[in-house]
T-cell receptor, first 119, second 111 residues
Framework: GAVVSQHPSRVICKSGTSVKIECRSL??????MFWYRQFPKQSLMLMAT?????????EQGVEKDKFLINHASLTLSTLTVTSAHPEDSSFYIC???????????????FGPGTRLLVL | QKEVEQDPGPLSVPEGAIVSLNCTYS??????FMWYRQYSRKGPELLMY????GNKEDGRFTAQVDKSSKYISLFIRDSQPSDSATYLC???????????FGTGTRLQVFP
């Protein structure tokens, strides 16, 4: 259980184009999904929290107009990198909050990640 | 000072060894602690989570939390080459969603 998928797994694009990444919870409904970015040899940094049916909450320093997040259903969230530039090249990982056991903290399960390379 | 500190390694051990991975933290409000395993070019996989001091065991893995010292550990017994990966600690304030990750420790288990 608690499987999260991402598509595509890898994308290469030209500078100035937009790229959409999908995140799906396959066997549970996720009211909240999260988007992270990970640079080589660095840890995961939370970019934004996405709640189904409402606007995403962005972390400080993350441009909301550049990283568009849509959480249209309980199983799908999308991240669109608009007008991508080489400095946006990174590993983008989503996670989904899965209901935990009674009395326990809900747990995040992560997708396999999308590697973006902007030329 | 980072909220969560973790030695990046790499840590290289022979097969069968006991591995100790550690993180320290500065925010005393952290109450929920997790360990994730991340293989190269893959997303993190949840290994263990706990929200109390003491030990929690799951198979070959033991998670240990010492809130008084703000120190958490993950022990791997009878390590296998398949355990070779980067291990990330993560923590959060109970009741919040935001996870704060360590930088990860790269572990290599050689046959």
């Amino acid at each position: 259980g608690a499987v999260v998928s991402q598509h595509p797994s890898r994308v290469i694009c030209k500078s100035g184009t937009s790229v959409k990444i999908e995140c799906r919870s396959l066997d549970f409904q996720a009211t909240t999904m999260f988007w992270y970015r990970q640079f080589p040899k660095q840890s995961l940094m939370l970019m934004a929290t996405s709640n189904e049916g409402s606007k995403a909450t962005y972390e400080q320093g993350v441009e909301k107009d550049k990283f568009l997040i849509n959480h249209a259903s309980l199983t799908l969230s999308t991240l669109t990198v608009t007008s991508a530039h080489p400095e946006d090249s990174s590993f983008y990982i989503c996670s989904a909050k899965s209901p935990g056991l009674a009395g326990a903290q809900e747990t995040q399960y992560f997708g396999p990640g999308t590697r973006l390379l902007v030329l | 000072q980072k909220e969560v500190e973790q030695d990046p390694g790499p840590l290289s051990v022979p097969e069968g060894a006991i591995v100790s991975l550690n993180c320290t933290y500065s925010n005393s409000a952290f109450q929920y602690f997790m360990w994730y395993r991340q293989y190269s070019r893959k997303g993190p996989e949840l290994l263990m989570y706990t929200y109390s001091s003491g030990n929690k065991e799951d198979g070959r893995f033991t998670a240990q939390v010492d809130k008084s010292s703000k120190y958490i550990s993950l022990f791997i017994r009878d390590s296998q080459p398949s355990d070779s990966a980067t291990y990330l600690c993560a923590m959060s304030v109970l009741g919040t969603d935001k996870l704060i990750f360590g930088t990860g420790t790269r572990l290599q288990v050689f046959p």
